[in-house]
């Protein structure tokens, strides 16, 4: 169980903050141990789980990996009124998924009395959509700010004491350093575990995001009187832990980065002290997402919102909220490269990809390929729902049906699939690309064969015959454009795409003096847990190397060689 496969380090045991946690720990060791849980009792489905193998991971759903083919609604449809036009974009989409706020003031509004109305609600609708849902715990941190808290915790600083600048003034983000503030956020989470243990045995409810990006804009750690005393005292041992650091106070350990670093240590305890209370009443799989610190350019802690799980201080998170199975980014980059290095930030030997949250304009559904490529858990678009909110310029300025239709295109070539796609995420090689900004060629190194991935190509022939400008200039421009491509043996791959060309060679080391020819190209559906076979594909369609267009298609694809001369031919050659 997922308990088990968890790493959990030593130094766990020793938090004072994690003392809520210990039910849930010893729920692990007793399941260790052999003794059944409730998660497993006959009439559950099994809980969900984040399982990792060779650097690969994948969200098991009853099971078996699943691919969240998600929507994020936007923040304020978290009411019932909302819901009918969230579904409908979901259903647009072909979302497999929902992730949707679930506020601690509409939870909680008088402390100590909860009301759940609106998630029993939402978890009938989804249910009657087949929709899994991610809740997204809009707690003490809500882009950094406390707005989604209930009065009694926002409006009351003597309470619950906001961050201290250097000049002694009140920021506007609460101090996670606060005991009380964690305490109250962790008790209304478990409270709302608890409700979804009682409510949800089918699990319904897959994982559950915790805060909403957290850090703090304009200022870079908590200047109070308890975060100073903690700042000049020793880091805790995980922290000296780190490459790098040494034991000592934080400014000791860790130089310049030391306010930074702290900062993140803060949030990180905070956020995993909330995930533990959640876990000890439900042990679904938890994550934070994050505000990116830009993934190429310099920045500074405070310009990006310091102290969350920027790709900087990822393994400072790891150490500190261990109880988190994975940091996410939400990726609002539009260029190719810089979009690249954000998913190379997060797709880790140790972290799980999933791409919590992206832009809605047409510069965004390519990406899907290039995190699918590096073997993502899941993907989704924020705001994915037709309450009349646009988050442009980061999105499209209004989110109508034909704004979904690229993304609903690129979850329709795994469509069905879906689940046997996410088990070759998790158990094969696969590679994908989007279309860059500048139109460059792409290759995938599949081990004996090279694939060439090219774009704004015409499915007949090479431009280059054709040099005519009128002609040249019918190029398609596709913004929504790419392909992926999975291994399912030596020779044979699943390939799918859209608006884009793939060629195959075979690798000169690997298979010397040989030339490509296809053995089959099959055009595939999957359909009762298999592939099953629609049509071949030749002549026109597999001359000028694969072309995808705007069709739903998917190739089983089976390469060949032949001898490239007289030489070779009379010398047998392992195909
Ligand atoms: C990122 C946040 O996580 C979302 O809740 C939303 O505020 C978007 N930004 C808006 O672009």
């Known amino acids: 169980m997922r308990a088990a496969k968890r790493k959990i380090p030593a130094s766990f045991w020793l938090r004072a903050t994690m003392l809520s946690a210990l039910p849930a ?10 003794i059944p849980q409730l998660a497993t009792r006959a009439n559950e489905a099994p809980l969900p789980e984040i399982v990792s193998r060779d650097g690969r991971h994948a969200l098991l759903v009853d099971g078996e990996p699943f691919l969240v083919l998600g929507a994020q609604a936007n923040n304020s449809s978290n009411y019932p009124f909302m819901l009918p036009s969230v579904w409908s974009a979901v259903e647009d989409l072909g979302a497999n998924t929902l992730q949707i706020p679930i506020a601690w003031e509409q939870v909680e509004p008088v402390e100590g009395e909860f009301d759940f ?4 609600e939402l978890l009938i609708q989804a249910r009657e959509r087949n929709v899994r849902l991610v809740p997204l715990w809009f707690g003490g941190f809500k882009n950094t700010s406390p707005h989604y808290a209930p009065g ?4 009351d600083n003597a309470r619950f004491p906001r961050m201290i600048r250097p000049d002694g003034g009140n920021h506007y983000a609460l101090s996670p350093l606060s005991e009380e503030l964690r305490a109250a956020d962790a008790r209304a989470f478990k409270a709302f575990m608890e409700h979804l243990k009682a409510v949800d045995p089918q699990h319904t409810v897959i994982m559950v995001q915790v805060e909403n990006e957290v850090g703090v804009y304009e200022l870079v750690r908590d200047h109070s009187p308890l975060a100073e005393r903690l700042f000049r005292a020793d880091v805790p041992l995980t922290m000296c832990q780190q490459p790098g650091a040494s034991c000592g106070s934080w400014p000791e350990a860790f130089g310049d980065d030391a306010d930074e670093f702290f900062n993140a240590w803060a949030f990180a305890s905070y956020v995993g002290a909330v995930a533990a209370a959640g876990q000890s009443a439900l042990d679904l799989p938890m994550y934070a997402n994050t505000a990116l610190r830009h993934p190429t350019q310099p920045q500074k802690p405070g310009e990006y919102a310091s102290g969350g799980p920027t790709h900087n201080v990822i393994a400072i998170w790891k150490a500190a909220a261990p109880e988190l199975d994975f ?34 304009s047409e510069l965004f559904p390519r990406f899907f390929f290039d995190a699918m490529g590096r073997g993502a858990i899941g993907f989704s678009p924020f705001g994915t729902d037709y309450s009349g909110y646009g988050n ?44 860059p900004d500048d139109n460059s060629v792409r290759q995938f190194d599949l081990g004996d064969w090279t694939a060439r991935v090219s774009f704004d190509e015409w499915q007949f022939g090479e431009k280059a015959w054709f040099p005519d400008p009128a002609v040249q200039k019918d190029a398609s421009g596709y913004k929504n454009s790419g392909v992926l491509v999975a291994r399912l043996d030596e020779s044979q791959f699943l390939v799918t795409g859209t608006n884009a060309r793939i060629t195959f060679q075979p690798d000169e080391a690997a298979l010397p003096g040989r030339k490509l020819i296809f053995d089959r190209v099959e055009e595939v559906e999957y359909d009762g847990g298999e592939w099953k076979f629609l049509r071949m594909w030749n ?9 995808f267009t705007d069709r739903v298609q998917v190739l089983r694809v089976t390469l ?10 009379s010398r047998p050659v392992a195909q």
């Not at 049906?401 to 690129?410: E, M, S, T």
Request: charged share 20%; with cysteine.
């Open 25 to 34: 720990l010893m729920s692990c060791a007793t399941q260790a141990q052999g």
């Open 117 to 120: 109305s609106f998630v029993d």
């Open 152 to 155: 009694w915790v926002k409006l």
């Open 327 to 360: 940091v996410s980014p939400d990726i609002y980059l539009s260029g190719s490269e810089d979009y690249a290095a954000a998913l190379n930030h997060y797709a880790r030997q140790d972290n799980a990809l999933f791409v919590s949250e992206t832009g809605t």
């Open 392 to 435: 442009y310029p980061l999105g499209a300025k209004t989110v109508t049906k034909d704004v979904i239709a690229p993304f609903a295109h690129n979850y329709a070539l795994l469509g069905t699939g879906a689940r046997e796609w996410a088990r070759l995420l998790f158990e094969s090689d696969v590679w994908g690309t989007s279309r």
């Open 539 to 547: 002549g026109d369609q597999t001359d000028y190397g694969l072309n």
């Open 560 to 569: 060949g060689t032949y001898p490239a001369s007289d030489e070779t031919r």
